[in-house]
């Protein structure tokens, strides 16, 4: 006659099955040439340096607190956080009033660089202020978008 195991036994069998199981698959996928790139982002604050990191979707204050108002600039820095090459292959703001130098780069894992956003002193463009940013690359996230606002009177003094 063969013993009928309780169903704490197999319980603890299945519960230790499902562990190999687990253990095999997180070891195996690394293996296969599965590899991701991951994006940050942060923004340098004017007065003290430090890097804010940002969250896709968020708006920001343009330009960022302790720039002045003669230059309207704001410094941002990517980093890859991810396991291969990071391919940025645009940085693009939907109003002319803004320029982003340099507009495309690639960094490898753990690498950074930064890009800084310029409004440009044209009267035509004093009303155009408020504008989103869009970091295309090959980030396992997609493209990464965020907003700027401001004023004009933020950047120049009252009109």
Avoid: H
């Avoid at 195996?28 to 604050?45: A, F, H, W, Y």
């Avoid at 291969?84 to 894992?109: C, R």
Wanted: aromatic content about 8%; some cysteine.
């Amino acid at each position: 006659m063969i013993p009928i195991p309780q169903p704490q036994i197999v319980a603890i069998m299945v519960k230790n099955y499902i562990q190999k199981l687990i253990t095999i698959v997180l070891f195996t996928l690394p293996c296969s040439g599965l590899r991701t790139q991951n994006i940050k982002v942060e923004m340098t604050d004017g007065a003290t340096e430090w890097l804010k990191p940002m969250v896709a979707g968020e708006t920001i204050a343009f330009p960022a607190p302790g720039n002045s108002a003669m230059t309207p600039v704001t410094y941002f820095r990517i980093t890859n956080t991810g396991a291969a090459q990071l391919n940025i292959s645009s940085i693009n703001v939907n109003s002319v009033a803004f320029l982003v130098t340099p507009g495309s780069t690639s960094l490898a894992p753990n690498q950074t660089g930064d890009f800084y956003i310029t409004y440009i002193n044209n009267n035509s463009f004093m009303s155009v202020v408020n504008a989103q940013v869009t970091i295309n690359s090959n980030a396992s996230s997609g493209a990464f978008t965020f907003n700027i606002k401001g004023a004009p009177g933020d950047l120049y003094g009252p009109m």
